[in-house]
């Protein structure tokens, strides 16, 4: 329905109920007519016209489409004064309608909509005390007030002066209604009292007022049960009226806070932007465009359902409303927020996105970070690397061929020294033997320091001799057809050079399986795997598979070792090409 | 008077060669020791004049083994050798009490003769 027809709908209405009260045929004191009209009109106008905006500003809330209702439901009243019994049936079953609606009205705002079981009970029960029950009391008799006194809903008009005594039946109904009255008090508490701050700054104006006129009420109703004289209870209806006049733009209020600025994103992403955005920076405006303080961001461990906060500790996210953010449809983090903000889920993922660019910003840098140390790291260690194989070649050199030449000197200045023939024959073959000794041994030196054999003839035939020298059966399986680029291929020599020392020395292997086959990235690297059948538990820290690791990654390739104790040891390395 | 000898290496073929060349020009070679231990043990037993001492050893170095052998009373003097040049150690030699230093290479009965002296 357009918006014009509510308020033409409306103002008609108004003026029906007006024509009722002052046409109707009942006798109304003159003093109370005009009060009565100008509250009455004023209190069905405000709902109906801030209804309106309401819904037009918050189409999702159902508080809007409940307000209007109520401005209806307020003038519907008059129905009864008009002095027909068609109209006074009709007018009684209307007449507790208004309060139903109001019921309904503040246990569900903001929402509109009843959320717990507590809710849709005090919601029901509201209903059920309205028209019901007003036709139990037509049923049972509805001829006691016609054309004497109000209908026993006390909200209709004015009573006539003295005449009307309640009964027990009365009493139990205004009974129940205070009982109503004093649940709703307390569901309005109680949810205020469980919510945050975010949720609090949009309830707070609506159930202020909804709590004024609920307690006017209260003390109405309990003046009629407590026999008090009825005029008062006209002064404290009026009250009462006055504060619902007002009301409706509490409840706006609190409706578009619960919507919150949407502008605040667009300034959220600009601070977000600004330089130094640190992890409790991001919180804190999040928390501040969100109006709540209590909004917390977690990070989800990678390769874990788990998330961690900023700190690194484990976080819950099941305890508080959580809003994930996520990346190529993984989440990578979480916003934990007050419930109130899911009424708005819009915003909160606006937010979250937001964040989101900022914490994948972060993420990037922190990313960077790491792989800098991380190069930084294995830089170190490939110079400490390359340091220790310049003393280990020294070593080498010092205890073996530099021995074996000394003793071949000593050896021949002996001979010279004129040793006996006999004497003489020996010294000159531990000369020769000394000689070729050192020889061999500078030989397996130059060869470990690099191979000739991979720059003439590539990778398999190194790979081969590498087998063939090795101190335990070696198993070539697999070599490339096609020789790949001299780095990967240098690479991949010492991958299966260093595996094989490592079989032999430490794993106590009786045979090692090593095969060199294209990499199914089909992008020209080449996939090294060295396996054995040794007693495993080789460490992938240690400094030689250590040093492996870093030549490969050095080439933007990856080393994997996968050792269980007892099982054998499994070196993989990927080695992309370029 | 011939000086006795003590060859302390860790390379058979060294001291073997070694004990024949000092034999060939006049020395006494009394004994030989593999590591730092046995030359403790030698020195004691056989309380040579000269110790010929490889500053590469398994145990502890020449340097150390100098060292300790230098509080003993009556000690022995003590010639480095090394397959490494006396510039490799830098100062290291003429900071030990070690007599002198003769590189493996240049061994003769008239070079350690002419450590001995000159230095003393």
Redesign the interface.
């Known amino acids: 329905m357009t918006r014009t027809a509510t308020v033409a709908a409306a103002v008609l209405a108004g003026v029906a109920a007006a024509l009722a009260l002052v046409r109707g045929g009942y006798a109304v004191p003159a003093e109370l007519v005009a009060p009565t009209l100008v509250l009455t009109l004023a209190v069905a106008w405000s709902f109906v016209g801030v209804g309106l905006v309401a819904r037009h500003r918050r189409p999702d809330s159902r508080t809007g489409v409940l307000m209007v209702l109520f401005g209806f439901a307020w003038l519907a009243r008059f129905v009864v004064a008009v002095d027909t019994t068609p109209a006074f049936v009709v007018g009684v079953l209307l007449g507790s309608v208004a309060l139903s609606v109001f019921v309904q009205l503040l246990v569900t705002f903001p929402t509109g909509r009843t959320e717990s079981r507590a809710q849709r009970v005090l919601v029901g029960l509201g209903w059920l005390l309205s028209v019901p029950l007003d036709a139990v009391f037509l049923a049972l008799g509805a001829q006691r007030g016609r054309g004497e006194g109000p209908p026993p809903n006390g909200l209709v008009i004015t009573p006539a002066g003295g005449g009307f005594r309640p009964e027990a039946v009365d009493l139990a109904v205004q009974a129940v209604v205070v009982a109503l009255c004093v649940s709703v008090l307390v569901s309005v508490w109680s949810r205020w009292r469980a919510c945050g701050p975010a949720a609090r700054r949009a309830l707070t104006p609506g159930l202020v007022g909804g709590t004024i006129v609920v307690g006017t009420l209260l003390v109405q109703r309990t003046a009629i049960l407590l026999l008090l004289p009825p005029s008062a209870g006209v002064w404290l209806a009026w009250s009462s009226q006055v504060v619902l006049v007002v009301w409706p733009a509490a409840l706006l209020l609190g409706l578009l806070r619960s919507r919150l600025d949407r502008s605040g994103v667009g300034r959220l992403v600009v601070e977000l932007g600004e330089a130094g955005a640190g992890p409790e920076h991001l919180r804190s405006v999040v928390a501040r465009t969100l109006h709540d303080p209590s909004v917390a961001l977690v990070h989800r461990r990678p390769g874990t359902d788990g998330f961690v906060d900023a700190g690194g500790a484990p976080v819950e996210v099941g305890a508080r409303a959580v809003t994930f953010l996520e990346r190529d449809g993984e989440p990578i983090a979480a916003l934990l927020h007050d419930p109130a903000l899911s009424a708005e889920p819009d915003l909160v993922e606006a937010v979250a996105a937001g964040a989101g660019l900022a914490m994948e910003n972060e993420r990037l840098h922190a990313e960077v970070r790491h792989q800098l140390r991380e190069v930084r790291a294995s830089r170190a260690r490939l110079v400490e690397a390359a340091d220790a194989a310049r003393r280990r070649v020294e070593r080498d050199l010092?205890d073996g061929a530099?021995?074996?030449?000394?003793?071949v000197?000593?050896?021949l200045?002996?001979a010279r020294?004129g040793?006996p023939p006999a004497e003489l024959d020996a010294l000159l073959a531990?000369a020769a033997d000394?000689l070729t000794a050192a020889l061999a041994e500078l030989r397996e030196l130059a060869r470990g320091i690099y191979p000739p054999l991979l720059t003439d003839g590539g990778l398999g035939p190194a790979l081969l001799s590498l087998a063939e020298r090795a101190p335990l059966p070696v198993v070539l399986a697999a070599v490339p057809p096609e020789r790949p680029p001299e780095t990967v291929e240098r690479t991949c020599y010492f991958v299966v050079s260093e595996a094989l020392t490592n079989a032999a020395k430490h794993a106590g292997a009786s045979t090692v399986e090593v095969s060199v086959v294209p990499d199914v990235s089909g992008a020209g690297g080449l996939c090294v795997e060295v396996v054995d059948d040794g007693v495993g538990g080789a460490d992938p820290d240690g400094s030689g598979l250590r040093g492996l690791a870093d030549r490969v990654a050095a080439l933007g390739g990856g080393l994997e070792v996968a050792s269980p104790a007892g099982r054998g040891t499994r070196v993989t390395a990927s080695v992309p090409c370029g | 008077m011939t000086a006795r000898v003590l060859i302390v290496d860790d390379h058979a073929s060294f001291r073997s060669l070694a004990r024949r060349l000092l034999v060939a020009d006049g020395f006494d070679v009394v004994g030989e020791a593999g590591d730092a231990a046995d030359a403790f043990a030698a020195v004691r037993a056989l309380a040579p004049d000269v110790v010929l001492l490889d500053i590469r050893l398994p145990d502890l170095d020449g340097f150390g083994v100098a060292e300790v052998l230098a509080g003993d009373e009556d000690a022995p003097v003590v010639v480095l050798v090394s397959s490494r040049a006396r510039i490799d150690y830098g100062q290291r030699v003429d900071a030990s009490p070690a007599r002198g230093f003769i590189a493996k290479d240049d061994l003769s009965g008239e070079v350690l003769r002419r450590v001995l002296a000159g230095a003393s």
Not at chain 1, 402 to 407: D, P, S, T, W, Y
Request: aromatic share 0%.
């Open positions: 010092h530099q021995q074996r030449l000394v003793a000197g000593l050896a200045r002996l020294a040793a531990e000394e």
